[in-house]
């Protein structure tokens, strides 16, 4: 049984102060929540000292990027040991905003991949098509391809501690979620691809969360579907209500 994984990608959004009331907020409701698991993934600057906030809770914290090597003269990138040394224990990798804004290469991703596996971290790997690719009826053929490249040369264990995200580039930001069915089809996909890159066994255990403008209303339909494991939510996150709503629904999805 994979554990329903519910991650807020807060971007390039929220102040301090702002971010403390969420915070607040979501540790206030969401302490009983144990069916499913949770994070947030704040911008680097606050990692710290949200950590603080968080500990003890049931809230995980997440980085949003890193950079693959350990130290060294690499200005404005921060290293898996100082998001370790602040108390992160996941990372998401190849966000579409990254890939398409600055530039991240499936080898770039998959070079990070293996420094956050080794460090310990947990890493949330983006993949998704563009409206384009969809249309032209591209989809598997994109999504597998960033998989076979993002995912190269994995162990079956690091495989198994990898968490999946698959966010379509047209469905982020912009209200339109994918249909529970076009969502399932390229998760079941992904599954099948893992079994044949690592093992069957590997692939049945990696988590694929599903990113989108996911939102309270039609949530529950979506993480119900048979190879969705939960989701990573951007817009939704940053609102307290209804990141609470789409975690409560979650909680009571029973597969
Ligand atoms: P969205 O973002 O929920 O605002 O569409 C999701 C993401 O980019 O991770």
Known sequence: ????????????????????ELLAKLKGSLAAIDQVDIAVC???????????????????????NVYSQPEGAFTGEVSCAMLLDVGCRYVIL???????????????????????????????????????????AR??????????????????DHMEQTVLAYE??????????????????????IR?????????AVAQKVII??????KPDGVADILSQPNIDGGLVGGASLKADQFISIIEQAAKIKK
């Not at 994109?142 to 993002?150: E, F």
Request: aromatic share 4%; glycine share 10%.
């Open 94 to 136: 190849g966000h579409s905003e990254r890939r398409a804004i600055f530039g991240e290469t499936d080898a770039l991703v998959n070079e990070k991949l293996k420094a956050v596996l080794a460090a310990g971290l947990t890493p949330i790997v983006c993949v998704g098509e563009t409206l384009q690719e969809r249309e032209a």
């Open 139 to 156: 989809t598997l053929e994109v999504v597998g391809s960033q998989c076979r490249g993002s995912l190269a040369g994995l162990s079956l």
């Open 42 to 64: 704040p911008p680097a600057v606050y990692l710290s000292d949200i950590a603080q906030v968080l500990a003890g809770s049931n809230i995980g914290l997440g980085a949003q």
């Open 209 to 214: 969360q599903y990113g989108g403008s996911v």
């Open 168 to 189: 379509p580039v047209w469905a982020i930001g912009t209200g339109k979620t994918a249909t529970p069915a076009q969502a399932e089809e390229v998760h079941a996909e």
């Open 1 to 20: 049984m994979r554990k329903l994984f519910i991650a807020g990608n807060w971007k390039m959004n929220l102040l301090r102060s702002s971010s403390q």
């Open 192 to 200: 099948n691809l893992l079994a044949t890159m690592f093992s069957p």
